[in-house]
């Protein structure tokens, strides 16, 4: 954990483990683990090249992964 991307990075992805966890736990599940394969293979992307001298790329990607959270996964709310 030496540049800023394994902390952020591990933030985002605790962040999407916690979603799921609490979403497997309802009784209706709305969600399939499908579902939570592209965040998470996108936070290691990112991590990746934010560590080899890649901060932009990584940046736009891990802009890309909170957008499919917010936008697929609705932490924030179910319609």
């Known amino acids: 954990m030496t ?3 394994d902390w952020i990075t591990m933030a985002v992805f ?3 483990v916690i979603l799921f966890l609490q979403r497997s736990a ?4 709305r969600d399939t ?3 939570y394969l592209p965040p998470a293979l996108g936070c290691a992307l ?3 090249l934010g560590n080899h001298d890649q ?3 990584a940046t ?3 802009g890309g992964v909170v957008a499919y959270v917010a936008i697929v996964l609705r932490p924030f709310g179910r319609s």
């Open 55 to 57: 901060p932009g790329w």
């Open 46 to 48: 990112a991590n990746y």
């Open 33 to 35: 683990m499908l579902h």
């Open 3 to 5: 540049t800023p991307f």
């Open 60 to 62: 736009l990607i891990l």
């Open 14 to 16: 605790a962040a999407i």
């Open 26 to 29: 309802a009784p209706v599940a």
